[in-house]
């Protein structure tokens, strides 16, 4: 067990010039383990000092990776084979940003969504109507948004963060899209197309596909071509088809990886293509 005063006098002795007294306060880290954290995180909040929330940070990153590492490794085991179970996983990734999340949190969050919801969309609507409802009510009602002012920043890049703030990626946004859908029993899915994540809305009657960084906009195959080659990219069929749960989870974590790169956090990086190594050994 450890106090507020240790955490705060190790943290202290960090500054200590002296390799021996370093090595010692690592070790000492190393022991606490977890049981630090919820101190450590404490100190974080409270701190107004950029610098020692950068160092507190990469502390706590380095006590709780190697549990997440091995946590992922084991949902990887059990598999990631439908939609509830990519929900799970993207949450858990998102313990990379944030160490302390409460998954059950959020999926308490994602649940109340669809329920809000559920009563505008299951009776004296079709299908096209049922798929503009829920579309609606994510990018209008709740106010879910690309975000423009911060592209590529981290938190567009974690389900939580992207829940709280409603801000995101177009591949997060899509995710919320498809977890409500999921409990909605709403044919939604993902479309790995190159640069830019699509949602396809797949019904008996039409496939509708969707841009979730533009409001949920209706476009057409003729739009998404145009914008591929702008971007000098062939567009090919491949480029449209419905994305596997285990590749949703891989763009992510390549996501992540390039927001990384950006900030010059070579350590992140490192420890998101170990995650990486761990989902392509079971591709």
Same mark, same amino acid.
């Given at each position: 067990?450890?106090?507020?005063?240790?955490?705060?006098? %190790?943290?202290?002795?960090?500054?200590?010039?002296?390799?021996?007294?370093?090595?010692?306060?690592?070790?000492?880290?190393? /022991?606490?383990?977890?049981?630090?954290?919820?101190?450590?995180?404490?100190?974080?909040? +409270?701190?107004?000092?950029?610098?020692?929330?950068?160092?507190?940070?990469?502390?706590?990153? @380095?006590?709780?990776?190697?549990?997440?590492?091995?946590?992922?490794? /084991?949902?990887?085991?059990?598999?990631?084979?439908?939609?509830?179970?990519? $929900?799970?996983?993207?949450?858990?990734?998102?313990?990379?940003?944030?160490?302390?999340?409460?998954?059950? $949190?959020?999926?308490?969050?994602?649940?109340?969504?669809?329920?809000?919801?559920?009563?505008?969309?299951?009776?004296?609507?079709?299908?096209?109507?049922?798929?503009?409802?829920?579309?609606?009510?994510?990018? $209008?009602? #709740?106010?879910?948004?690309?975000?423009?002012?911060?592209?590529?920043?981290? =938190?567009?890049?974690?389900? =939580?963060?992207?829940?709280?703030?409603?801000?995101?990626?177009?591949?997060? #946004?899509?995710?919320?899209?498809?977890?409500?859908?999921?409990?909605?029993?709403?044919?939604?899915?993902?479309?790995?197309?190159?640069?830019?994540?699509?949602?396809?809305?797949?019904?008996?009657? $039409?496939?509708?596909?969707?841009?979730?960084?533009?409001?949920?906009?209706?476009?057409?195959?003729?739009?998404?071509?145009?914008?591929?080659?702008?971007?000098?990219?062939?567009?090919?069929?491949?480029?449209?088809?419905? &994305?596997? =749960?285990?590749?949703?989870?891989?763009?992510?974590?390549?996501?992540?990886?390039?927001?990384?790169?950006?900030? +010059? @956090?070579?350590?992140?990086? &490192?420890?998101?293509?170990? %995650? %990486?190594?761990?989902? /392509?050994?079971? /591709?």
């Amino acid at each position: 067990m450890t106090t507020k005063s240790e955490i705060e006098s %190790l943290l202290l002795l960090m500054d200590d010039p002296d390799p021996f007294i370093q090595e010692s306060v690592h070790n000492r880290f190393k /022991e606490l383990g977890e049981n630090a954290v919820p101190l450590l995180d404490e100190f974080r909040v +409270e701190t107004t000092n950029k610098d020692d929330k950068k160092r507190v940070s990469q502390i706590i990153h @380095q006590i709780t990776f190697p549990v997440l590492k091995a946590d992922f490794q /084991e949902l990887l085991d059990r598999g990631v084979r439908n939609r509830k179970d990519l $929900e799970f996983a993207v949450l858990t990734l998102s313990r990379f940003g944030n160490p302390t999340l409460r998954i059950e $949190e959020y999926q308490k969050k994602l649940d109340h969504f669809a329920e809000m919801v559920e009563p505008t969309i299951r009776y004296r609507l079709d299908e096209r109507r049922k798929m503009k409802q829920l579309i609606k009510f994510v990018f $209008e009602d #709740l106010n879910f948004k690309g975000d423009t002012d911060d592209y590529h920043n981290p =938190d567009n890049c974690f389900i =939580d963060q992207v829940i709280r703030r409603r801000r995101g990626l177009p591949i997060t #946004l899509s995710m919320v899209v498809m977890f409500l859908a999921r409990r909605l029993e709403m044919p939604f899915f993902g479309v790995n197309m190159p640069i830019h994540f699509m949602l396809n809305y797949v019904s008996d009657k $039409e496939e509708v596909l969707i841009d979730p960084y533009d409001n949920g906009a209706i476009v057409s195959y003729d739009q998404c071509y145009f914008f591929l080659k702008k971007n000098n990219i062939e567009p090919k069929p491949d480029h449209f088809k419905i &994305a596997s =749960d285990i590749e949703v989870l891989i763009r992510c974590i390549r996501n992540l990886i390039h927001s990384y790169e950006r900030l +010059e @956090q070579p350590q992140r990086v &490192a420890d998101l293509k170990e %995650l %990486l190594g761990l989902i /392509e050994l079971y /591709e």
